[in-house]
């Protein structure tokens, strides 16, 4: 099983910027792609970015593209999302998720059915 805790979710003002992290533990798989989604009350739950096990390949959301960088450091088992920005409709709260990639470098996914495992969640609120 592997294990992913974000962090660094809080209030901010709208045009503000947050830094979120999750980390990974547990049974990791040799390579692993991630992802970043969010959920606001009454709402689905959408895709927000993702990356692939080497970093070089990522992919956004159109509303969070050229504002959100999604970043991550596979000594640390670590993937950040950093939130430039920030506006109301970004409130909600955020799921780092993470999938075997199979021994692919390049490869990231966005839907959140290829996903397996998924964090607790960290909430993010802007205030106007």
């Known amino acids: 099983q592997v294990q992913l805790v974000e962090s660094g979710g809080g209030l901010v003002q709208a045009g503000g910027s947050l830094r979120l992290s999750c980390k990974a533990s547990g049974r990791t798989p040799s390579t692993y792609a991630m992802g970043w989604f969010r959920q606001a009350p009454g709402k689905e739950r959408e895709f927000v970015a993702a990356v692939s096990w080497s970093g070089g390949n990522t992919y956004y959301a159109d509303s969070v593209k050229g504002r959100f960088t999604i970043s991550r450091d596979n000594a640390k088992n670590t993937v950040w999302l950093q939130m430039n920005s920030l506006k109301p409709e970004d409130a909600a709260v955020y799921y780092c998720?993470?999938?075997?990639?199979?021994?692919?470098?390049?490869?990231?996914?966005?839907?959140?059915?290829?996903?397996?495992?998924w964090g607790q969640g960290t909430q993010v609120t802007v205030s106007s």
């Open positions: 998720a993470a999938r075997n990639s199979y021994g692919s470098a390049t490869y990231y996914y966005t839907g959140g059915h290829d996903y397996d495992y």
